[in-house]
């Protein structure tokens, strides 16, 4: 066990909907990281929070927004869902800007 | 061209076989280099993290990075079916959050 959580385990729901994936990072931790991964890729960095400002972004699509919360958990919302958008999102965190970084269990999505 | 390639595999060895697993790269900004274990498709779970060039080791595990040819290897030695994931290689610069992963290889310890 990482020491990162995140809710919920798994979310099935239909193209066009909304959704928010919800993470709290280890204790001590400033750093949140969010990636995707899906079948046919390999992880992919998405956009990384620091004390409750973001600080790095990957390929994040437009329709992907997150925030770190005073509190230091953050949340992933996902919108006008695709079929593509189905995939395996994991969240990380570290002390430090950088760091060791710690993945949590995981949340599937599936669209359909 | 992907900034760190990682051969997929499948590997298959047998059980007490080392195994060596690599990753290359192009990016010469990367300072610090990460191997991580992924049972299917959980939580990556970090093995090694080491900084620069240089091994280290820990139990089984030895990492070996060659900043020079940009090449990153890890070994397990004495390998047990436990170990039968992907592995994960990652790395990334000195002031940077992000990390930059290879696509995994899998590897299976038959009994």
């Known amino acids: 066990d990482s020491g990162v959580t995140q809710t919920p385990k798994h979310l099935i729901t239909a193209t066009g909907q909304r959704v928010t994936l919800r993470c709290s990072p280890r204790?001590?931790?400033?750093?949140v990281y969010w990636y995707q991964q899906s079948l046919d890729q390999g992880l992919q960095f998405l956009i990384q929070?620091?004390?409750?400002?973001?600080?790095a972004k990957g390929n994040i699509l437009e329709r992907f927004s997150a925030q770190q919360f005073p509190d230091l958990h953050s949340e992933l919302n996902l919108s006008s869902l695709e079929l593509g958008d189905s995939a395996l999102y994991f969240c990380?965190?570290?002390?430090?800007?950088?760091?060791?970084?710690?993945f949590g269990p995981g949340t599937r999505l599936t669209v359909l | 061209q992907k900034e760190v390639e990682q051969d997929p595999g499948p590997l298959s060895v047998p059980e007490g076989a080392i195994v060596s697993l690599n990753c290359t790269y192009s990016?010469?900004?990367?300072?610090?280099f990460m191997w991580y274990r992924q049972y299917s498709r959980k939580g990556p779970e970090l093995l090694m993290y080491?900084?620069?060039?240089g091994n280290k080791e820990d139990g089984r595990f030895t990492a070996q990075v060659d900043k020079s040819s940009k090449y990153i290897s890890l070994f397990i030695r004495d390998s047990q079916p436990s170990d039968s994931a992907t592995y994960l290689c990652?790395?990334?610069?000195?002031?940077?959050?992000?990390?930059?992963f290879g696509d995994g290889t899998t590897l299976t310890v038959k009994p």
């Open positions: 929070y620091y004390n409750g400002e973001e600080r």
């Open positions: 990652a790395m990334r610069g000195t002031n940077a959050g992000k990390s930059t």
């Open positions: 204790s001590g931790d400033l750093s």
């Open positions: 080491t900084y620069s060039s």
């Open positions: 990016n010469s900004a990367f300072q610090y």
């Open positions: 990380a965190s570290s002390v430090a800007q950088g760091g060791e970084q710690f």
